[in-house]
């Protein structure tokens, strides 16, 4: 069974930094390229990130280019999101997302859902 | 890419039949995908690739469509289904996501 774990959200001001982590399990996790998505309180989705299986290529959202970083670690099967220079407007609830084509290149949508880790950026 | 839904707001009684619709500002072939979020939980995927049920998906639910024009149906809908639903385009970089469907159930 996959599962998806997300960690790592809480209360930071405008201009910090947060480490959101994703723990998976159920599939080789190597052979998939991941996702993060996010939702602002009562909105719909967006698409932030993008990490191909191999770790070899990264993807980002226009809103968040320059300020968050995707990486993975296939050794500990765990998807990160290094978010920087934090604004309001990235407050959000913050999904990892399995990729639903196998392969250790390329990236796309995703077939497997986390429940969500909240972000709220606020003074 | 730009994916716009419609209607934004369904209103339902049981039994009906759904049509949900996505438009694409520029062609994604078949690369166009569905999903439904309940409240308080996280999306899941219903329809891959415009047409092809995702495991486990009942089959009420039916994708179809290519390049712009895209079309989620529900056949006689059913109380669980109250939720919203999201189109979603991997065709080109960034992926992007339709406005969101929200269906009540009268």
């Known amino acids: ?123 | 890419i730009v994916l716009t839904q419609s209607p934004d707001f369904q209103s339902v009684t049981p039994k009906e039949k759904v049509t949900i619709t996505c438009r694409a500002s520029q062609s994604v072939g078949d690369h166009l995908h569905w999903y439904q979020q309940k409240p308080d939980q996280s999306p899941k995927l219903l329809i891959k690739s415009a047409s092809q049920s995702f495991s486990g998906v009942p089959s009420r639910f039916s994708g179809s469509g290519s390049g712009t024009d895209f079309t989620l149906t529900i056949n006689s809908l059913e109380a669980e289904d109250a939720a919203t639903y999201y189109c979603h385009q991997s065709s080109i970089l960034p992926l992007t996501f339709g406005g969101g469907t929200k269906v009540e159930i009268k």
Do not use: H
């Not at chain 1, 320059?66 to 050794?75: A, E, K, L, M, W």
């Open chain 1, 1 to 123: 069974e996959v599962q998806l774990l997300e960690s790592g959200g809480g209360l930071v001001q405008p201009g910090g930094s947060l480490r959101l982590s994703c723990a998976a399990s159920g599939f080789t996790f190597s052979d998939f390229a991941m996702n993060w998505v996010r939702q602002a309180p009562g909105k719909g989705l967006e698409w932030v990130a993008a990490i191909t299986g191999n770790g070899g290529s990264t993807y980002y959202g226009d809103s968040v280019r320059g300020r968050f970083t995707i990486s993975r670690d296939n050794s500990k099967n765990t998807l990160y999101l290094q978010m920087n220079s934090l604004r309001g407007e990235d407050t959000a609830l913050y999904y990892c997302a399995k990729r639903a084509i196998v392969g250790p290149t390329g990236v796309g949508f995703g077939d497997y859902w986390g429940q969500g880790t909240l972000v709220t950026v606020s003074s």
